[in-house]
């Protein structure tokens, strides 16, 4: 198993440009997530799906878009991008079953750069 | 609503001393707690978890942590640190009905050798 894969590793944009994150798991997960990570700050969750069709709000979503229309896959897209939006940014699956007991499941991080 | 607190952003150890790393949270419920682990340019990996009964959960590369209800902490320790243990550590909490975890802002291990 490949696990959770994200695309591109490395990404630098201009500020106004627009940009799809790629995210992908082959365990079957229901549940995926989005999170930036800033220094001092920890994670903080974007967007996150509980299935396929299904996505809501986290804590910082403003700027950031998602749609689920597979299991496997979660896109994370800036529709505009803002050098606010410079960060790194993770994408996270886990099983849903047994509610809360189940480690989520990390991809290696794209870091993206708005200059 | 939850939370989880990490009260130091950096730890400095010497090779071969014990480690402890605290964290404490506040939730109301019965707390599902983690304990994550990023080394550098990577993502998150699970240590540990702790769902519920013996209070000392093992994990992996030599890492345990103690639920103590009473002090609302879930502390992570190793006895003897060594220098591939320099890395960003997370303490996560979830509950019953949430998928979504709630993390602390990272504690960064530094290991002078």
């Known amino acids: 198993n490949a696990g959770v894969t994200q695309t591109p590793k490395f990404q630098v944009l201009k500020t106004g440009q627009s940009m799809t994150l790629q995210c992908a798991q082959d365990?079957?997960?229901?549940?995926m997530s989005w999170y930036r990570q800033d220094p001092g700050m920890g994670l903080r969750l974007i967007h996150y799906?509980?299935?396929?069709?299904?996505?809501d709000q986290g804590e910082v979503p403003n700027g950031y878009n998602v749609s689920r229309s597979t299991t496997e896959d979660f896109p994370l897209r800036l529709l505009s991008a803002a050098p606010s939006q410079t960060s790194v940014y993770f994408c996270?699956?886990?099983?849903?079953?047994?509610?809360?007991?189940?480690?989520?499941?990390f991809g290696p991080g794209t870091r993206l750069t708005v200059l | 609503a939850q939370s989880v607190t990490q009260p130091d952003i950096h730890i400095t150890v010497s090779e071969g001393a014990s480690l402890e790393l605290r964290c404490n949270y506040s939730?109301?419920?019965?707390?599902?707690l983690f304990w994550y682990v990023q080394s550098p340019g990577q993502g998150l990996q699970l240590l540990l978890k702790y769902f519920s009964g013996d209070t000392l959960v093992q994990g992996i590369k030599g890492f345990e942590a103690e639920f103590k209800r009473s002090q609302s902490s879930f502390n992570l320790r190793k006895p003897s640190v060594h220098w591939s243990d320099a890395a960003e550590y997370f303490c996560a909490v979830t509950s019953g009905g949430s998928y979504i975890p709630t993390f602390g802002r990272g504690t960064s291990l530094i290991v002078h050798p």
């Open positions: 939730y109301g419920a019965t707390p599902y």
């Open positions: 799906s509980v299935g396929a069709g299904i996505t």
């Open positions: 365990m079957n997960h229901e549940y």
């Open positions: 996270a699956s886990s099983y849903s079953g047994t509610s809360g007991r189940n480690e989520q499941f």
